[in-house]
């Protein structure tokens, strides 16, 4: 594997000029809705690199965590299936077809092996125990939801992919056939299988508040949530944001959801505007008329500093005290709408 193929390649020639049209690309760089810095003035760099350089021990589970094994090419059930792996990474099974989110199953989140190690008991599933990939949604260019390693290894069973804007430009660059990649601006539309009506999965691309790049270099891609609409349910694919108006727009105009899957962690206090903290997770979820609020982004990587279990635990301070439903299940154990949504304490080692 080339290493500096990792690092992916930005957009240029006929796909910079699609994005110069995005009305949320300015000046050289896509834009959030609301004006959004990446860290507070008073925080700087080196402060913060020596704060990561000596995290405290409770970044890290103190042993291994359980997981659940289940067999992902026997999902049989007619309800929808969710299965989370840790992390932002999950397997949508919805009207006979498998739906892939953000996958990362190299035992890192970063351009170097030795970098945001995933926990341990996390690495159950590797890329051998998927089926074919009806469709793999990536929401944007970051490592630790696209992993060039996993997408390679699933590169000969992904039949589809939708992605945000400039994205595309990584794939093709990695020798993913154009033909497959579908890019969506924000608020753009697409039925995943336009002759099956009855039973069909539509697509729509929504805002986000955050940033991209794989380098030095950012926002020279897209980052976005995702809408996915059967005429029987609709799910929120949330990828990474801070808090905004955009959640009560989508809530507005395509709630109520049957279930959110929000970001809840690696959040900080020097970078408040790019990621939410927990109890904006659970507001979000309000915001956007959920009926269940699954939490991600904790539970495989320390890429913060906050304690590894201190997402789950404080949104579950805050949905009880806001009447929010939340589901908690294993990394692998399957979440069924209308049917099962486990709600085990596991992390209590």
Known sequence: MNFLKTFGKNPSGM???RIAHSPNYKDGSFKNLTETVMMVEKNSFIKLTWRFINKPKNTVPPKSLPSVK?????????KPVIIWFGHSSYLIRINGKNILVD???SGHAAPFSFAARSFPGTDMYTTKDFPDIDLLILTHDHYDHLDYPTILNLKSRIKKIYTSLGVGSHLRYWGFDTDIITEFDWWNNKLFDEYTSASSIEFIAAPARHFSGRSFIRSKTLWSSFILKTPEYRIYIGGDSGYDFHFKTIG??????????LEAGQYNVAWPQ???????TVQAAIDLKAKILLPVHWGKFSISLHPWDEPVRRVM???QELNVRITTPLIGEPVILDNSYPDKEWWIL
């Open 15 to 17: 796909a910079l000029e």
């Open 70 to 78: 289940t067999d992902l090419k026997l999902i049989t059930n007619d």
């Open 103 to 105: 996958p990362v199953f």
């Open 252 to 261: 507005e105009k395509y709630g109520p959801f049957d279930i959110v899957l």
């Open 274 to 280: 790019i990621h939410m903290m927990p109890e904006e």
């Open 317 to 319: 301070a805050k949905a």
